[in-house]
């Protein structure tokens, strides 16, 4: 049972530590793209960095109300089951306690032992039992808007913060390179820690991160590069 719980804790770790990583991927290839973009346009030094910063605040204000939204639509679609299962439980008690045997015996009991752990969930707190065996809501699983959209937001500053560091040492005249470079050695290490948290092959997953993220740079730079040329 100690091993089970553990495992369980395992999971969920996993399952944040993957969408920080997702976060901080989409801050490291929005930012360096946005910023290879007005590079390549020939802007000054602090144009970009101003450019930078903004895409940084307003990238992650966007993951926050889009992760914000998206949660709290799952919250309100959660409570409205719940409220439709408590209404369920004050007008049909004994169709709502059938249902829930029945959902025990689906898993393997027999029908005497799935009436008696039924009847003794139901006495304890009915809602819970069937919140939990029923519609696979749990206080561990159930949707946070305000942790997701905070979450959200702080995993995309990091991820943008690591090419504005570059922006902000690299020499002037070398910036686009050093951006190129450095944003893919990011995306790299961060490719390979979600393949490898997700058991996947950690060289795919680099290889598949990196050949993306470089097709985004290369075309907000061509785009950069057509309109300062056309300037």
Known sequence: MRNRHLELHKLDSIGWLRAAVLGANDGIVSTSSLVLG???AHATHQAI???????LVAGAMSMATGEYVSVQSQADTEQAALEKERVELHENPQGEHKELT?????????????KQVAEGLMRHDALAAHARDELGLTDAMSAKPLQAALASAFSFAVGAALPMMVVLLAPH???????VVGSLVFLAFL???????G????????VRVVFWSALSMAAA???GSMFGTAG
């Not at 005249?173 to 951006?179: A, F, G, M, V």
């Not at 490719?191 to 948290?197: R, T, Y």
């Open 191 to 197: 490719g390979g820690l979600a393949a490898k948290v």
């Open 38 to 40: 007005v590079a390549a």
């Open 199 to 206: 058991g996947a092959s950690i060289r795919k997953g680099v």
């Open 173 to 179: 005249e070398s910036l686009i390179l050093y951006t």
């Open 49 to 55: 960095l101003i450019a930078g910063v903004a895409g």
């Open 221 to 223: 730079t061509a785009i």
């Open 102 to 114: 029945d959902i025990y015996v689906a898993r393997g009991l027999n029908q005497s032992l799935a």
